[in-house]
């Protein structure tokens, strides 16, 4: 969890500005490290033997619903401050900012879960392309 505020942190430098820019710096710094934080549920599942879910009786679509929440709430923490600085300096202009930044914490949160309940372990090289490629596009969309 500390990770997540400490890279929210960073993004708050780029959302500290009255640069008309600020608003796509804001989505590109926050959106790698909410892409990086969401992983969080690969890591969840590495720790946890196969076996384990059968024995304590809960169904696998639940600890995807699970994993995806975790993902989600985490990555919040990379979301908050830049998005507040923003809203400081530059009032509604952070609105924009922050649903992107949601819907890409939202997609990404997913697809690490779904990476999880199917590889397990090694869900994080499912995961990392798919994370790398929604950033990507949040980034350039934010910059037109």
Partial sequence: PMAAWGLGGVGLFAGW???????????????AAVALISAV???????????????????????FWV????????????ILPPILALFI???????MPLLALQCL?????LAASFAAWRMRGRGVWL????????WAVAASLAAR
């Fill in 67 to 78: 994993r995806a929440v975790v993902g989600l709430l985490y990555a919040q923490g990379a």
């Fill in 17 to 31: 500005s009255a640069d008309p820019g600020a608003p796509a710096a804001v989505v590109a710094v926050a959106g």
């Fill in 89 to 95: 300096r530059q009032g509604s202009a952070a609105l």
């Fill in 127 to 134: 995961y990392a392309p798919l994370a790398v490629l929604v």
């Fill in 41 to 63: 549920p690969t890591r969840l599942a590495q720790g946890d033997p196969s076996w384990l879910d059968a024995a304590l009786g809960v169904a696998p679509g639940r600890m």
């Fill in 105 to 109: 914490a939202l997609l990404s949160s």
